[in-house]
């Protein structure tokens, strides 16, 4: 079943972040809005069935892990973790696809 994020996050385009660094390192949106997408994108609302530590945006190719939107989101708060924590996000990343 496909859920609707622009319901929840109402005129920011969601189908080009596929990885919640990528919401993070974008330089056209501000905090606030990377907030929203992060935090719906971390929401039950995108959890993937039967695997509750997964979500999945719509359109994204492949599911993230829950811990990977936390990271993001606490990146927002002290953004010299943002280097810091991409390795551990794309190791995250590498072991969903396997």
Sequence with gaps: M???LSI???SIPVRHFSRPEDV???D???VQEKRAILASW???ACAVESMPA???LPYAENPVAFDAVMDALR???DPSEIDGNCDRLLH??????L
Excluded: H
């Design 92 to 97: 995250d990343q590498r072991l969903i696809r």
């Design 42 to 44: 971390a929401s039950d």
């Design 75 to 77: 990146q927002l708060d």
């Design 28 to 30: 056209a949106l501000d």
């Design 24 to 26: 993070v390192r974008d």
């Design 8 to 10: 929840i996050v109402p």
């Design 2 to 4: 496909e859920r609707n």
């Design 54 to 56: 997964l979500r999945r």
